[in-house]
């Protein structure tokens, strides 16, 4: 079967020919003066898309190796894991497996987090560090991570706030230090529209300076470490070359683009999934004003459900996502996100007219 020439999940996403192309670059040695021009062009770059005066730290990683660098660098026991959704629980899973005492702020996944129980769970006990997803991609809910940023800051100074944007920055605005984060992190294969394989955080100076007195930090995702060479331009071990070719161009083209007119094509196909989604009567599962504007997940029905609606979607190029984690079975999802854009948007909604209309 050929590969579909749109795909409309949550990643790995479509990647354009251009920024495909870009990986075919010769080799160079990553320590070369080439070399590291390219890396300090793709790392200013990205300060804007973090929007921060802080620096941006490139690994080879997925974003999953972020969250063992945040929890491994910035907090020598106590943790505090807002979780309502799957890769919010994978956060908390990294934190128990690296040996830190964490606590959990749960609540149901289609619920947000709200910067009173944050603020209600500082109250009770000092953590060292808070986590959170701003946008969950399993249930396409976004936390309001700008009043819970803003609620941890009045209630626990000294805690650090590190934020989960791996299905969102690039896609939603996130203003890094204007909001007072700590710790943002991303990866390449949703928002950014890159292959998988490079993990980007943004990381505040009072991270820096704490994470000097944390003792076990690791080697490959210890930041003092990655500091010390980003200062050089480089990467203490050798990094994903031709990955970072394409993060420099794609960066071009994000910027070129306009970070504002991006966020509101993200938001545009958003509300036109959702239209389509009361039009037919189906449900969302995200409550309505904490809606991601990067995924929508949706209610399967007996009617419509991925398995099936694939079916009849990969034969004419198009390709959804199923459910994820505890929800699985009950949802599917409409990923909105990378080189997608409204004509695609309608060509899918028209396609899935189409199936039910033949289901009826």
């Not at 005066?53 to 972020?66: H, I």
């Not at 040996?99 to 702020?105: A, E, Q, S």
């Not at 990866?187 to 704490?210: E, F, I, W, Y």
Request: charged share 20%; proline share 6%.
């Amino acid at each position: 079967m050929s590969v579909p020439s749109r795909m409309f999940v949550p990643g790995p996403v479509d990647v354009d020919p251009q920024v495909l192309q870009a990986q075919t670059q010769a080799m160079l040695p990553h320590r070369s003066k080439e070399f590291e021009a390219i890396f300090q062009s793709a790392s200013e770059k990205a300060r804007q898309l973090f929007y921060t005066e802080s620096r941006v730290f490139l690994f080879t990683a997925s974003g999953t190796g972020l969250h063992e660098a945040a929890v491994r660098n910035l907090a020598k026991e106590s943790v505090l894991s807002c979780v309502n959704g799957a890769f919010a629980q994978r956060w908390y899973d990294v934190a128990l497996a690296n040996g830190k005492r964490v606590d959990m702020l749960e609540t149901a996944w289609d619920q947000p987090i709200t910067p009173q129980a944050v603020s209600e769970a500082l109250q009770r006990k000092p953590y060292e560090i808070i986590t959170v997803v701003h946008n969950e991609t399993s249930t396409g809910l976004q936390n309001p991570v700008q009043e819970i940023a803003a609620a941890v800051r009045a209630t626990s100074p000294n805690t650090l706030i590190c934020v989960d944007a791996v299905s969102s920055l690039g896609g939603a605005k996130i203003e890094m230090d204007a909001w007072g984060i700590d710790f943002l992190l991303t990866s390449s294969q949703k928002c950014l529209a890159l292959p998988p394989g490079l993990a980007l955080c943004g990381v505040s100076d009072r991270a820096m300076a704490n994470a000097e007195s944390v003792p076990g930090r690791g080697w490959y995702f210890d930041l003092l470490r990655m500091e010390k060479h980003r200062l050089k331009d480089s990467t203490p071990a050798t990094p994903a070359l031709s990955l970072i070719y394409a993060l420099d161009v794609q960066l071009d083209r994000i910027l070129a683009e306009g970070l504002e007119a991006r966020f509101a094509r993200y938001s545009a196909m958003a509300e036109r999934v959702h239209a389509w989604a009361a039009g037919r009567g189906l449900g969302l599962f995200a409550p309505e004003g904490y809606r991601s504007q990067t995924v929508t997940t949706l209610l399967s029905t007996p009617q419509l459900n991925a398995p099936a609606a694939n079916k009849f979607l990969l034969p004419r190029g198009m390709r959804i996502a199923g459910g994820y984690g505890a929800i699985k079975e009950k949802t599917f999802r409409i990923a909105h996100m990378g080189e997608i854009a409204m004509p695609d948007i309608e060509r899918l909604l028209s396609a899935l007219d189409e199936y039910l209309e033949a289901q009826a």
